[in-house]
């Protein structure tokens, strides 16, 4: 029966949180939160949308939506960045999980002018056939069609090996890094370590599905993340802002569902020398 699963006390508590996070949800004050960190990280969402859609529409047929909808802000914070002085001049982007390879031809489309690198996992990498269902013959084989067809064209690398061996096979350095591999402990913490020391100084490190709650996780992230990156926050001067990732109620109102793509930029020394 559909209700035995409220039976088990942690269920129905998580049932109970759930529904008392999206009554108490205030849209409005969320959107005009995280467009102020739009606006201090000197971002224009509105010019980043039109980029944006004028990409996604030729894609897919659909504009960005992360409020009804289910996409990320990542592509939203990229489109901004490929707007600015400093995304113009990007020109070594690397993205550590391709998956389908959706977000590398939207990198592609946005910095036209970069090379771009992007890793997933070898065939005989266990991790790859025990996520996302890839352990079925046919969806692995339509995954690695789609992946390949997408990341075959010019400007585009695609790595095949493990993040862990990224500073040996591809070690840039890069401007742009969009670290959406593994989220879990211990890849998030190679994965971090990697791709701060490959970032060019002045450089950014995006960073998917941190979860701020530390009770927050789920089957491919958890609050191993935030962890790894208070870790360097309390050791660099780097600068840290999280965006929500979907401003859609259903995942953003119950904090522990909540997820976040962090922004790390790396100072550059050289910057401010005389100030
Ligand atoms: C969430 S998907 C990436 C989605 C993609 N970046 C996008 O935006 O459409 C995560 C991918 O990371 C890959 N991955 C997981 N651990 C990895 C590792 N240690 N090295 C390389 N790739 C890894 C997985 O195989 C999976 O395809």
Known sequence: MAMTKYLDPSRYAAFLRRRTALAQYDLGAVQAEERAKFTSAGFDPVAG????????????????????????VHWLLFACLSLTEWGKGARDILEIGTFRGKTTVILKALFPQARIVTCDLPDNDPILASSYRRDDPAVLAEYKQVRDSRVR???IRFVQANSFFLPATAPGPYDLIWMDGGHLYPEVAWDMCNAWHMCRPGGLVLC????TDPKGGDAYASAAGLNV???????????VTHFIKRENPAWASDTRQRKYVTVLRKPDP??????
């Open 153 to 155: 064209q010019d400007g």
């Open 49 to 72: 949308r039109e980029r944006l859609d004028s990409v996604l529409l030729p894609l897919s047929g659909q504009s960005f939506d992360h409020v009804t909808g289910t996409d990320s």
């Open 229 to 239: 990156i208070n870790y360097l926050a309390a050791r660099t001067p780097v600068e």
């Open 208 to 211: 998917d599905d941190v979860y």
């Open 270 to 275: 050289r910057e401010n020398r005389d100030a």
